[in-house]
């Protein structure tokens, strides 16, 4: 599923147009981004955990040369997986 077929699938769901769905998407996803960069995180109860981790800088190797290269530290956003919908992607096994 990509965003256009998300915007069609919360149009037809919540029976509005695929403008106003598409701006309720643009919405969530500025909402999460704006507060993730403020250093925040973002929970929804049972889906999951938004947030911000930080990554050590380290020692990396180019492929091609076999070089070493400095990779610097960097914080990057993470998603941990709420109770529920680890349950409801499990249930098949």
Do not use: H, W, Y
Not at 37 to 66: D, E, L, Y
Not at 67 to 91: E, W, Y
């Amino acid at each position: 599923m990509n965003k256009s077929d998300l915007i069609d699938a919360v149009a037809k769901r919540a029976g509005t147009s695929k403008v106003t769905a598409n701006c309720m998407i643009d919405t969530l996803l500025g909402e999460i981004t704006a507060q993730l960069k403020k250093g925040g995180s973002v929970t929804f109860v049972g889906f999951g955990t938004f947030k911000v981790a930080s990554r050590k800088a380290r020692i990396g190797r180019n492929p091609q040369t076999g070089a070493a290269i400095k990779i610097a530290a960097a914080k990057v956003p993470r998603f941990s997986a709420g109770a529920t919908l680890k349950k409801v992607v499990n249930k098949g096994k």
